[in-house]
């Protein structure tokens, strides 16, 4: 069982930049695709960003594309998962997800939140005007 933890999550003002980490309890072999997604009050979860662990290709939301940078660390006993988000506005403000899924997952549905089986509890993200 993966287990996810987001950090890195606070108050910053528009324009700023966030990292954000997500830590995976386990080592990831090339057995997964990470993503990230997020959720702002009375609306739906959304794609922000992907990763396939084995390294190749990054999937980003054309909303952040340009301004977010998702990456892994996959060096000896580190699991690591991060959001490098620069230029924030306000909409980015949501709570974001760390998430895991099967490294299979066709390209077709890597922005689908379906796609995903494991899921962190969130880390707040708001940009203030």
């Known amino acids: 069982q993966v287990q996810l933890a987001e950090s890195g999550g606070g108050l910053v003002q528009a324009g700023g930049s966030l990292r954000l980490s997500c830590a995976a309890s386990e080592r990831l072999f090339s057995t997964y695709i990470m993503g990230w997604f997020r959720q702002a009050p009375g609306k739906e979860r959304e794609f922000v960003a992907a990763i396939r662990w084995s390294g190749g290709p990054t999937y980003y939301a054309d909303a952040v594309k340009g301004r977010f940078t998702i990456s892994r660390d996959s060096a000896r006993n580190r699991n690591m998962v991060y959001l490098q988000m620069n230029s924030l506005k306000p909409e980015d403000t949501a709570v974001y997800y760390c998430?895991?899924?099967?490294?299979?997952?066709?390209?077709?549905?890597?922005?689908?939140?379906?796609?995903?089986?494991?899921w962190g509890q969130g880390t707040q993200v708001t940009v203030s005007s």
């Open positions: 998430a895991a899924g099967p490294s299979s997952l066709p390209t077709a549905q890597v922005m689908g939140a379906p796609g995903y089986d494991h």
